[in-house]
């Protein structure tokens, strides 16, 4: 479920200050011992003089003051002017753009069934040769980002089209640090010890878990994204990947195990507040109040990096409340994978600057100057984590780095009669006691009369 930016990790972030003026940068370089200034320097070689481009993406705002405040550092070392213009209807005007022969230099996707169709169009240049072998090398889950940036072309032949810069992650798990000390509780480390404690929280006379689908006319996402998390805890990558574009089918019994893996949590009335029949109609923005209630009426609840916004007014991340990575089997050894989003650039009108910018995200520095900033995660292993605001942001960042696989939210890749339907309302009536196989089948239904 792709959410609006301002729900995005600049939720739990420490405002900064984003004051810039023509050629002012934020963080002068060679100043701060946090930022990897060596790439800054060796970005003075490439000489850029008199030559525009132009960005365009989805960012607004205070998110589009603090890419330009990255995009400064690119200008004072190259001589280049770079032109960024967003958009709250990027994904329509993108298309026009490029249909009519008046694309931008770059476009910043926020997901990327977009730019795969732009791609497929021959409406994207190719990235520089060696791009993924770089990815592959530098980011943690490489292989996934290359392949999450890897299209057909016009042709119908696979290229690297899309450069992930800006990260978001979901499989989290948010408690308060007080009652799981009051309950002698630790954070486990597995999906077992995560049952385990489920079941000690019970033994002891609390619950576990609280739930909430409702979110108005797209009621259901947050069990989608549950499912999404577990699949890629049950089932390898290329199968995760198999049903995202229907190769494999939702009423499959891989996925029917997914589905019924978040039934072990929200069908079971002694591990939701409020039991399981109010699991469809809780509001998600309010579901994790019951952490911070006296006595808590819950101890943990899963949701992305967004949900601070929703927390109770004063409650201070990293005191208040905290996170830890939502884990994996032990025992199915799939590693540690995380579900999320992300933005990637691609080129639409290529040109030399169009290049050398794309080369620029490769930099540490053009990572660290918006981890300092708020709002940015990044699976960079050559990044400083230091560089980030504060320990949340620092703390997610990590969860990115450790990741043995990344995994795009599936619901934005399927079709939107899916993603953003069909599989909403089937979560929504499995949830409410329909068997998996019985809402599978509903689901693959719908999505077989696509045409």
């Known amino acids: ?62 998110d589009k003051k603090l890419v330009e405040n990255v995009i400064a550092y690119f200008e004072q070392a190259t001589g280049a002017n770079v032109e960024y213009s967003g958009s709250d209807s990027f994904e329509a005007q993108i298309v026009i753009d490029t249909e009519a022969g008046a694309p931008p230099n770059i476009a910043i996707f926020p997901q990327p069934g977009l730019a795969a169709d732009l791609a497929a169009k021959g409406k994207l240049a190719p990235l520089r040769a060696g791009t993924a072998d770089w990815v592959r090398e530098n980011y943690a889950a490489g292989q996934s980002w290359v392949d999450l940036g890897t299209y057909k072309n016009a042709q119908g032949n696979e290229e690297l089209f899309g450069f992930f810069y800006k990260a ?36 002891d006379g609390g619950t576990p878990w609280c739930i909430g689908l409702g979110s108005g006319g797209a009621t259901g996402w947050v069990a989608t994204d549950w499912v999404e998390d577990m699949m890629l805890r049950t089932q390898a990558p290329a199968v995760y990947d198999q049903w995202v574009s229907n190769q494999m089918k939702f009423d499959d019994p891989k996925v029917l195990a ?126 400083n984590v230091d560089a980030y605001a504060n320990d949340s942001l620092k703390g997610m960042g990590e969860i990115l780095l450790n990741a043995t696989t990344f995994r795009f939210d599936a619901s934005d890749l399927m079709p939107g009669a899916i993603g953003a339907g069909a599989f909403w309302t089937g979560m929504v009536d499995y949830t409410g006691g329909k068997s998996a196989k019985e809402v599978g089948a509903q689901i693959q239904k719908t999505w077989n009369s696509i045409k």
Request: aromatic share 14%.
């Open 1 to 62: 479920m792709k959410l609006p930016a301002y729900l995005g990790v600049a939720a739990i972030a420490l405002s900064a200050n984003m004051a810039f003026a023509g050629s002012e940068l934020k963080f002068p370089p060679g100043e701060d011992a946090r930022f990897n200034w060596a790439s800054y320097e060796a970005l003075k070689s490439v000489d850029l003089k008199g030559e525009t481009i132009t960005l365009f993406g989805p960012w607004l705002g205070a």
């Open 168 to 203: 978001d992650v979901k499989s989290l798990v948010w408690y308060s640090p007080e009652n799981f000390e009051d309950g002698g509780y630790d954070i486990p480390q597995s999906m077992e010890e995560l049952v385990t404690l489920s079941d000690q929280i019970v033994a």
């Open 258 to 383: 997914a589905i019924e893996a978040y039934g072990s949590f929200a069908r079971n009335d002694k591990y939701v507040a409020g039991g399981s029949a109010t699991v469809a109609t809780t509001d998600f923005r309010d579901s994790p109040k019951g952490l911070f209630s006296s006595p808590p009426k819950c101890y943990m609840h899963r949701q992305a990096s967004f949900i601070p916004a929703f927390f109770p007014e004063g409650t201070v991340v990293g005191e208040d409340a905290d996170f830890f990575y939502f884990p994996s089997y032990a025992a199915k050894d799939l590693g540690k994978p995380v579900l999320g989003g992300g933005t990637l650039f691609a080129i639409t009108k290529d040109s030399k600057g169009a290049q050398a910018f794309v080369e620029f995200l490769k930099t540490p520095i053009a990572h660290e100057l918006w981890m300092a900033q708020e709002g940015f995660l990044t699976p960079h292993k050559g990044v």
